[in-house]
């Protein structure tokens, strides 16, 4: 056999094994793909804002940084603090003194710090702090849902109907505070949830109706549980990756016992050749020895051997154990029990190897199909001749056929011989 034909045999006897590995790969690539991606996206989100609004800020306030105009340079940065993703703005100079400072360094989702400098020469230091778009966006949608919601009932003052909004809105574990008041700033309702400080963003929104106020809410949303569940992903991919390795390298060690199983397999039948047979044939099983526990009269023995000669004779068609004792004339437990004595195997297991033995030398010495041959030799469906045959031979009708195929001698090489 060559060695791409060993190859192509080993996969195809181990297929199962080869996908399993292959499926798995693959999803855990994806799986660590996936958990990278969702982990980092947020901070590219946050690194593209931030170096978008340092170009703004140069833009808006170079010329004062640059002519020292501390006067001017306020007026400059004020706008850019009311933005809604900047949670804090801080311009520094040379020596680290701070120009202008808003917001707190507080509940920002990132960090950044760049300078400011004119050939090579650093005049000042712009530091930015992004807070996370995602939690803005909520806190938005949020609270807008509940100045809908609420809108009529404070309209009426109907205070239970604004409780009961309150409770329904506040079983979202990242909210740490609903507050609703009045237009007089009386509290109507309130909820309020523990959460680390510095992962709190506040909105503040104003109950209108045709420009009139009517209240007002006071939402406070956290992004603890963001945070926590991303830095449970990255753990998970880091996990990943290490699983990963490991099948890398444990794949050398799962083709190495293919390649065993395989020498262990196919030795087999090189060693002991199809046409040597392994059933016991009714002339050999004269001379076989009965154990002395048990009594059988020759009258019995003749009949479990007539039973023996027409299985070997009839195995192409349908052999049933009550059908075969009706035949002989014998009880069909008693067949069954002096059958294993005499023979050392079970009745209907003899039967299979018998067509099994019959299937496998047909499969060598013919070019009849599979379906076929399983037909021909007493087998009601496929999937049964299939399952037996594995299990007696220890491989499959298409592995088996193949490999006889491959050690089949060649034509030039009988040429030679002769």
Not at 134 to 147: A, E, G, P, R
Not at 174 to 191: C, M, N, P
Not at 330 to 351: P, Q, V
Request: proline share 2%; glycine share 4%.
């Amino acid at each position: 056999m060559t060695k791409i034909s060993r190859i192509k045999l080993v996969i195809t006897n181990n297929r199962f094994l080869f996908f399993s590995l292959f499926f798995a790969i693959v999803l855990l690539c994806v799986f660590i793909f996936s958990t990278f991606y969702y982990a980092n996206r947020n901070n590219s989100l946050h690194e593209e804002s931030a170096s978008r609004y340092h170009e703004l800020i140069r833009s808006a306030a170079g010329f004062s940084i640059i002519a020292g105009d501390d006067v001017d340079l306020p007026g400059k940065l004020a706008p850019f603090c009311s933005e809604r993703e900047i949670g804090y703005l801080k311009v520094t100079d040379q020596e680290g003194r701070a120009i202008f400072e808003c917001g707190e360094n507080s509940h920002v989702a990132y960090h950044s710090r760049e300078p400011f400098a004119i050939e090579s020469s650093v005049l000042a230091w712009i530091e930015l702090g992004i807070i996370d778009v995602n939690l803005l966006n909520k806190i938005d949608k949020l609270s807008n849902s509940i100045l809908r919601s609420n809108l009529a009932d404070l309209w009426n003052y109907n205070i239970s109907s604004i409780k009961k909004n309150t409770d329904f809105y506040f079983r979202d574990r990242d909210l740490a505070e609903i507050t609703i008041k009045d237009a007089k700033g009386y509290v109507i309702s309130r909820r309020t949830r523990t959460f680390p400080e510095e992962t709190l963003v506040s909105v503040r929104k104003q109950f209108r109706f045709n420009d009139r106020p009517l209240g007002e809410l006071t939402l406070t949303l956290s992004n603890a549980n963001t945070k926590k569940h991303r830095q449970t992903v990255l753990t998970l991919s880091r996990i990943s990756i290490f699983v990963c390795l490991a099948l890398i390298i444990y794949i050398p060690f799962v083709i190495m016992r293919i390649n065993a199983n395989y020498r262990h397999t196919y030795s087999r039948f090189r060693a002991r050749p199809l046409q040597s047979g392994f059933m016991r044939s009714p002339a050999a099983l004269q001379n076989s020895t009965i154990d002395g526990s048990w009594k059988m009269s020759s009258s019995t023995e003749k009949k479990i051997r007539d039973a023996i000669s027409y299985i070997h004779n009839n195995y192409d068609r349908e052999i049933s154990r009550e059908g075969l004792a009706e035949l002989v004339q014998i009880n069909a437990d008693n067949l069954g029990r002096y059958f294993k004595l005499l023979t050392g195997e079970k009745l209907m297991d003899y039967i299979n190897r018998l067509r099994i033995e019959k299937a496998a030398s047909e499969i060598v010495n013919s070019e009849k199909t599979i379906i076929h041959i399983a037909y021909e030799c007493g087998f009601e469906n496929t999937s049964t001749f299939y399952r037996l045959f594995s299990k007696f031979m220890k491989i499959s009708p298409m592995d088996f056929r193949r490999f006889h195929e491959s050690h089949q001698p060649s034509d030039t090489g009988s040429e030679k011989g002769a």
